[in-house]
């Protein structure tokens, strides 16, 4: 459906303008499928993506300061987010052995295998979602990447 139709209004200050409102539209109904998609596994999007993280540094452990630096949320509560995960026990906390006052954060196997197991699951999502053509995303996330160049 056009964004016209979604929040009824015909006429916007520009093209630049209504596109703007379009990806802030999208994105918020993107979020809003996601929150339904990862309900059943007990995650979040958020949490989806520290685990997205860390598998990416597995076995490695990584501190909480380069986790928040990665997140796609910048104003995520990672210390929040972080003590849920460990709560269900997909990542494990340590105390750095170069700085005491810092952590370092590791995913777990019951981690990994949850990944595993949404790996096929969300590519599916994905591609249901976006409903473009490699060559259409391709050109999109182009777009993308130049409005924040």
Known sequence: MKLEQEIKQEKFKSEQHKAVLNI???????????????EPF?????????????????????CVYEIKSRMLDKNSDVSRLIDRLIGKKLIE?????QDK?????????????????LDTV??????????????DAKKLNALLDSCRD
């Open 42 to 62: 007990g995650i979040t999007g958020q949490q989806y993506n520290i685990l997205r993280i860390l598998r990416g540094q597995h076995p490695n452990r990584i």
């Open 24 to 38: 802030l539209f999208t994105a918020n109904w993107i979020q809003t499928l996601q929150k339904e998609f990862f």
């Open 122 to 135: 969300i590519n599916s999502l994905d591609k249901e979602v976006m409903k473009l053509t490699t060559a």
């Open 101 to 117: 006052r810092a952590s370092e954060i590791r995913i777990t196997t019951q981690g990994l295998t949850l990944l595993d197991n």
């Open 93 to 97: 906390k340590s105390a750095s052995k």
